[in-house]
């Protein structure tokens, strides 16, 4: 559920480092609604991270139950009400936090170690090693993302394990295709066939002209496929093939709690709006910083 | 170019066409009488995945029992065998050799009349095929028609032949002539055709499909049409709960199979709706690894069922289970052993420290449980919430039946095993011969007990069944003060309840558990 | 044009192989016993075992890839443990729901979302913009799994302007039945002229499709925009500009033509996702598709099901995504060069 990567530009020659990072905060800010969702998004991770200390009821987001406070609705105690087992339901979102993050988190440097990684050897090889790493690319490529890691996840021990291997295996060949794409621009460059013939290694080449070609198409494609990526995670969870019990998940939750919406609608509706939350950050951050960098859709 | 396109894909688009096409009407048009007559019964997954009537053993009993019957029937309500097929039998004295007298007014559907032969052709074949639950006959050595109306049994050891006879599954008599001269009947069934006697034919059967199966009244039903009754049946798929109950709201529904607690307290104040509570034989038992791990000690068994708050989980459930009082269910003989389970986390935490379990030696458990079962995941969460509070850590694992019970087996065996147990006719045996009696390879033993004074308990059940049910009963209370309480090999945790929503107009329900989910709709009138 | 043609047929066919190869390896790979799914939860060991060795459970692995290729080869994708139906039929009965399913919620996509990203190009930077932007992220991010739930609870059981579940009313079948030529009920009744059966199914498909159609018409609206804003910056369109067309007659009659290509790529892309979604969003609204079968398929660990689903997603994948590029080839004279 991402965005196809060949929309977004391939080699650009960007500066590195500091530069790069400098750029993005004055593109981000020139975009009010980027700018926005990243501060949205500073938030929900903090909450992440603290869940612990601002929870009002921590111990509700990991172990404990009170099954004679069940199904309370929302009030001045449990501000999102509690579930069938009497947890307060605000700390299990803000504790469902760290679970999806977290398994979002896992899954994009995965993705991106292995994918660029196979990307830029292919790119820059060539040849057969390139053909045949990019039919391994499109043979997962010919499988829309859910539908496979649906596969994977109903034949591993539903678990949050299994969701970060199961999608981490559907995502990896975007970042395969795409830096592959890059390296290939790289490789026929002037710079680089004139570094080549003065005998530099073919990996100081790498390190010095691909990966930083690469950096920023990699980055928007993070950031665009992090929503995605939280999306595919709570999928699966409702599906039953993901997190499981007591962990905080937000797909686990709606999945709970939605046998309850007729009578209880707010057991599956706060997860479920977290869950829109986050993946809309993620989403408009994206779109911005891919408007924003991208020379073709640039005004 | 652009049109070139445009123009193969329109003739391909007619390829297609014609390739699926045919022009056939959908629906059986005759079927689709005044929607008055109609009662709609709501699943939440698909009827019928087996059509022969000696091997079906699945959810296909919601409709089989509307199109079959067997020669008896029980009621857990009275617990009473009940005549359907048979008018009375008798037993010899030693339990060995039964006779059944049959009704002499019936014709399967095919045409046939029923009688003496027909009806052990279709009980010889049941044993024969040996598939599903065709077991329940094991103690039958011969079956005899000695005349038209009179049907005899003689066994090779004494078994309660009236009561298996009124089995939910396997039991069923049916026209073993169906398929005809040369015909054969295994692939006659698998097409969707059946042959039995009861009250209603199958007209229409879509697999796969939301409707799924429509049965139509059969004319000549030995019990006799009234007006009033309800001359079609039909099957609707709905996985989900809320859309079921909002289809009963919406009155497009008659009736509703599961609810969850909640909808059902709303159902039950909903004026265009009925509803009804019945205790079922169904329980779900937490098995204790008795033969290796740290459960193999007898303390930690013991702490676990202390640590188990069954009362707390039954409230939880809101309605749709009761505690249980040891493994047999209310309904059948043998229930009411008074084995109790009352939650004490610091006796719990005594016996493990007796056992050696503490802050630096801590223990931890693995569990598997049904997934996408939301009351077992109810369960394990208030166990995992428990056992943590006296430093035990629950590792639980939502399985797919395939893999719990392969892993069980075969694998990493478990230290908990959560199940399902009911009984495929109402005789408690079950429980015993499958699940807690000694086995070499163990398939539903999944306590792995070998304790032989319960094997010997066991052994002697059929017989006094047959004989003395007072000597069975108390057989059975001595059995389940064994196994839950000395041996500590299982939690049972509750008894589910049968929670039904029903349109309000819908006249003479009454839910019998020893069918799980049937609906007599011939009983029914509106 | 016809190199380009055989090469990309090639690439295709290795993708297939090695789909097919992957759908395999999945179905096989599920824990447990499959056999058990064939014989129902209470079998003796008897039946177990007779069933491994009809399913061919007990051969090696490689034999077992090999019959399922063999057997592939003649349209045969195996029986269902389940249903105890062969695979193809079922997926015969399951497909044609799912596809007008799908089919009308890209429709809704195509319908809803075009305009908006148009609308959104022409008065940009701007309100209608932000607008457009907001929603069409809102749409992408919003889990379907919980839109269905809100949609039929606020539309069907409160308003009451939409039926509840299902594909049309019962009743239809014997008041006005249906000749089916396709097995998709909404064209059957077009073709046929059934107007009362289309009423009814096009009542019933509202809500699910709409809940479908969300991601699809986010992600159309925000790639019509892009392409727009990047064709409208190119110097024909400044060229038309000057000409003395207005901004929104050059957007539709110039840039959108230009800026097809890649709509028309996302929208077979799309579908393939739109079509995995449906398996969260059937089950809510009894829609007898796919995505019902495959739910009942997983937790039953059907996998002969599990497989033919599989494979079939991503054979309709792999062949829209052909002949899309096939389209573009044809349309524009660029591709071929590359």
Redesign the interface.
Known sequence: MSIHPDTVAPATRLPGGGALARRLVRVVGRDTLAAASAVVLVVIVLAALFAPWIAPFPADGT???H?AD??SAPGAEHWFGTD??GRDLLSRVLYGARTSLGIAAAVLVISALVGVTLGVVAGFAGGWVRDVIMRVTDVFLAFPALLLSLALASIL??SVQTTIIAIAATWWPWYARLSAAVAAGVRTRPYVDAARCLGVHPIRIVGRHVLPNSLTPVLVQLSLDAGGVILTAASLSYL?LGA???TSEWGLMVQ?G???????WWVAAFPGLAILVTAFCFNMLGEGLRDALDPRSAS | ??R??TATGAVAALV??AA??????????S???S?DDTFTYVTN??IV??WDPALS??NEIRSMENVYESLTSYDSATETVEPRLATEWTSSEDGTTWTFTLRDDVTFHTGRPLDATAAKEALDRTIEK????A?IWDAVDSIEAPDATTLVFHLSYAAPIDLIASSAYAAYIYDVDAAGDGGDLDSWF?EGQEAGTGPYTVAEW??????ELTLSAYDDYWGGWADGQYTTV?Y????????A???L??G?VDFVETL?P??F??AESTDAVATSETSSLQNLLALYNTADGPMADVRVRQAVQLAT?TA??V??L?GAAVEAEGLVPDGLLGSGAGVTHTQDLDQAAALLAEAGYDASNPLTLTLTYA??D?NQ??Y???L??AL?EIGVTLD????????????ARTGDRQDVFVMYWYP?YADAYSWFVNVFRSSD?P??NLSYLADPEVDALIDQLPTLTATDTDAAQAAYVELQQRIEVQDAAVTTLWTDTYQRAFAADVQGYTDNPAYPNVVFVHELSH | MARHLVRRLAQSVVVVVGVVVVSFLVARA?????A??AT???A????LAAARERLGLDQPLLVQLGRYLGNLVTGDLGTSL????PVAS?LG??LPASLELVGAAMLLAVLIGIPLGVLAARWRPGPVDVTVRVGSVLAVSAPVFLLA?VL??VF??RL?WFP????YA??L???S???????ITAVDALITGNWPMLGSVLHHLALPALALAAYPTGVIAQMTRAALVEEGAQDHARMERALGFGRMAVLVRFSLRAASAPVLQLVALVFAYALVNSFLVE??????GLG??T??AI???DTPAIAGVTLTVALVYVVLNLAVDL?QT??DPRVRLT
């Open positions: 172990l404990a139950t099954p069940r199904l069938q087992v021990r539903p039953g499981t019990e007591p709970s939605q046998s309850l919406f007729t009578t209880h | 170019m652009r070139i396109l297609l066409l699926c096409g045919g022009g056939q009407v959908r629906g059986d048009a079927a689709g009488s929607s997954t698909e995945t087996e053993y699945s040996a598939g599903g639950a077991y698998a879509n697999s796969g499909q939301e409707y039909e609707r798929v709905t996985p989900q709960t809320t859309t109950w909002q289809l709201q919406n497009e969850n909640e909808i307290t709303q708050d707390g989980v409230e939880a809101n997934q996408g939301d995941q109810l394990v969460t208030l995992t919430s943590a639980a694992q939502p399985l797919q039946w395939n893999a719990q019970w392969d892993q495929d390879d398939y539903f | 599920v824990p447990g016993d499959a058990v799914s129902g939860a209470r003796s060991a008897s039946e389940h249903t105890r139906q079922d009965n399951a739930l039929q609870l069907a059981t009451g509840t579940a299902g594909e019962r009743s079948d014997s008041s039945p249906l000749t089916v030529w396709t097995d089950s809510v609204f009894n829609w007898p019902s079968y739910a009942t937790s039953s660990v389209a044809a349309l």
